[in-house]
Structure formats: C-alpha cells, structure tokens
C-alpha cells in the first residue's frame, strides 16, 4: 500500500492481536482506497470515547481481533472523524460496518456481541 501504518497499529500487551486506529481522514481514505484491491473483510467499528456501550464492546473486538486473525478490525472515534462517519451514514455508537472490497455488505448498530460474531463468520470466506 505504500504509506507505512505502523503508527495507527494498537497492540493489546498480553496478546499479538492488531486494531488499527486512525486519527486523520487522509490517512483513512489512503487506506480505505487500498484495501479495495483486497478480499479480505474488514470491520469497522465506530466509537467515541464518551460512548459507555463502546466501553462494553472494547474487550470484545479485542477479542476477535485475536479469534479472526483473517479479518482486519479498525477502529474510528466518530469525534475525531466525523466526515468518514457520515459517508458510512453512522446515526447510532457503537456502529460496526463490515466490508470487502470496498463495498458494505453488512452493518450493525448497538453493542450486538452476537449478531456481529455471526456475520463475521458469516463474511470472512
């Protein structure tokens, strides 16, 4: 992809699992533009700091973040990125967008541990 993301990488100390975080619509939209190319499913979790159901969901994208090492999970505080959160029509936090290549194939609003397990594994083959 070019640009080097090692500083948008958060890495959860007793574990190798990977959320990548960014803080800059350019840098988000370089990004997003390249995994187009790619099949891989990509989960994008849109949360705020001052969201108490984000807070109940944090341990668990971590934790399938290490389940689902074939997915790539992101993570976007809606305060920081307002724009791309509008452009995926984000109304409700926490927000999870699914996508492969580029196209949302699923969406889902609230912290629904299941419901989201379910289309991971549903769309990550």
Known sequence: MGANFSDLVERSPKSSQILLTFHS???WKAYFDASKQKNKLMVIDFTATRCVPCKYMKPVIREFAAK???VEFIKL???ELLE???AFQVQAMPTFILIKKGKVVEKVMGPKREELQ???EKHRI
């Open 25 to 27: 619509t350019a840098k």
């Open 68 to 70: 689902y090492t074939d």
């Open 77 to 79: 505080d809606v305060d």
């Open 84 to 86: 791309v959160a509008q």
């Open 118 to 120: 379910k289309l991971i």
